[in-house]
């Protein structure tokens, strides 16, 4: 009987070392994807499969002693040793892995295939391939080229799986739900109306402004003026890899369909991905008559003008406040 208790405090004093002592069956790091409705002894199995903890039978046991404790799906992350206790703890409290992924409004394409390749979570290239894919948002936009315009701003939690479909998808779905809040009662054609607010969201960061810009927009548009948008003429030089940071004469007098100051109209799509604040000032224009507007001197937002002399005016007195500012 001593014989069998000896055993026995034995075998606990080992069990009680063993989810207490750290381990480390990998190299590097390693990450384990729980999917959702895994039970504790599939979690266990792939725990001590992908050398997490010694062996299965520690996760269970703790499970035993802390049956209300709850193991939560998702995707985790190791890159040390650690007891099986501590991984236990980190299952149960749901610390699981993700990059958080900022899109800061007006990002174009090109600027979010850069910043997701410099956060290490997949290429530039792969990103653009997914992005220029229309096919997540034809069922609203039949006629978009790319996704440009409904990769939504916003904070995006990454796990390490994540693709760049994935990425695509998730980015296209919050801007699926933003439109159907902000067209709620509206009957609102997809397109033009993103096409015009990412024109809104390059040209002014003010919410106050923005109404106002796509005023001038919809009224050059139904006056046949050309838009004459700074913005259309840079994205035309970004996609034809010829962009350098200026706006050249050359720029301004470039057939691509994207310049609006060769092409009358709306470009063929997008410039960039509008917020819901650029949406909601496409949507919903202010009432004006302004065909105009240039930088007030000092970067005070800008000076609005209704007839081509006001505007001049406007211009003048920028230029001679930029040439102060530079003296």
Known sequence: MKFLIAVICALAGLAAWALVTP??????????????????????????????????????????????????????????????????????????????????????????????????????EDFLAAAEDPALIRDLAPKAKTLEGYLFPSTYRLPHATTPAHLAKMMTDEF???????????????????????????????ADERPLIASVFRNRLTQGMRLQCDPTTIYAALLENRYRGTIHKSDLASANPYNTYENAGLPPGPIANPGA????????????QFLYFVAKPGGGGHQFSTTIAQHEKAVVAYRHGTQRKIR
């Open 23 to 124: 381990y480390q069956g990998f190299q590097g790091e390693t990450f384990v994807e729980i999917p959702h409705g895994t039970g504790t002894a599939g979690i266990a199995r792939e725990l001590a499969k992908d050398g997490v903890i010694r062996s299965s039978w520690e996760l269970e046991l703790l499970h035993l002693v802390r049956p209300s404790a709850k193991l939560q799906a998702g995707e985790y992350r190791f890159a040390k040793a650690a007891s099986a206790l501590e991984v236990f703890n980190r299952i149960a409290r749901g610390d699981i892995y993700f990059v958080e992924f900022t899109v800061p409004e007006g990002s174009n394409i090109f600027d979010i295939a850069k910043s997701i390749e410099a956060e290490g979570v997949m290429s530039a």
């Open 176 to 206: 699926r739900k933003q439109w159907t809040k902000l067209t709620a009662g509206k009957d609102a054609e997809v397109g033009s109306t993103v096409t015009l607010a990412s024109l809104v969201e390059k040209e002014t960061a003010s």
């Open 277 to 288: 604040q650029s949406l909601r000032a496409a949507l919903e224009p202010a009432d004006t």
